[in-house]
């Protein structure tokens, strides 16, 4: 299975995600040996994120990564998921930084960046949900 090049950053790495079942052609898990036909779509998950992708072309060759992207094509569904997601974890790593004080400088120019880009508001940091256990908070 050649995903090395486009997805992952060696070969043992993407035989990695196979052997962890972050992988599917099909609907089905695969081994490393699973060859791929033009049609297949492949199903993984790479840093907790979706990929759906159906191949269009194949190279028996390495080629630059312009010319790899030119041999599959993504699903909108997911590539929009993982956009919202992505944005979904921006929001919380600023908000949820320093969830008890005020927001640095370097904070409130991020936020004020996001607001502009998505035209969203973020919602304050709730202290009752705070990520530390229950038996671990103070007592007032």
């Given at each position: 299975?050649?995903?090395?090049?486009?997805?992952?950053?060696?070969?043992?790495?993407?035989?990695?995600?196979?052997?962890?079942?972050?992988?599917?052609v099909n609907g089905s898990?695969?081994?490393?040996?699973?060859?791929?036909?033009?049609?297949?779509?492949?199903?993984?998950?790479?840093?907790?994120?979706?990929?759906?992708?159906?191949?269009?072309?194949?190279?028996?060759?390495?080629?630059?990564?312009?010319?790899?992207?030119?041999?599959?094509?993504e699903d909108a569904k997911?590539?929009?998921?993982?956009?919202?997601?992505?944005?979904?974890?921006?929001?919380?790593?600023?908000?949820?930084?320093?969830?008890d004080g005020r927001p640095?400088?370097?904070?409130?120019?991020?936020?004020?960046?996001?607001?502009?880009?998505?035209?969203?508001?973020?919602?304050?940091?709730?202290?009752?949900?705070?990520?530390?256990?229950?038996?671990?908070?103070?007592?007032?």
């Amino acid at each position: 299975m050649a995903l090395g090049g486009t997805f992952f950053k060696t070969r043992s790495l993407a035989q990695k995600h196979i052997e962890l079942g972050r992988v599917q052609v099909n609907g089905s898990k695969v081994k490393n040996s699973k060859t791929i036909d033009i049609g297949d779509i492949i199903d993984l998950t790479l840093n907790s994120l979706p990929h759906k992708i159906k191949v269009k072309g194949l190279n028996h060759q390495r080629r630059p990564a312009h010319e790899a992207r030119l041999l599959y094509e993504e699903d909108a569904k997911t590539a929009a998921l993982r956009e919202e997601c992505k944005q979904l974890d921006q929001f919380s790593r600023i908000t949820s930084a320093h969830p008890d004080g005020r927001p640095t400088k370097r904070d409130r120019r991020q936020l004020d960046r996001l607001k502009k880009e998505t035209g969203k508001t973020i919602p304050a940091a709730n202290r009752s949900t705070n990520r530390v256990p229950p038996h671990f908070r103070r007592h007032s």
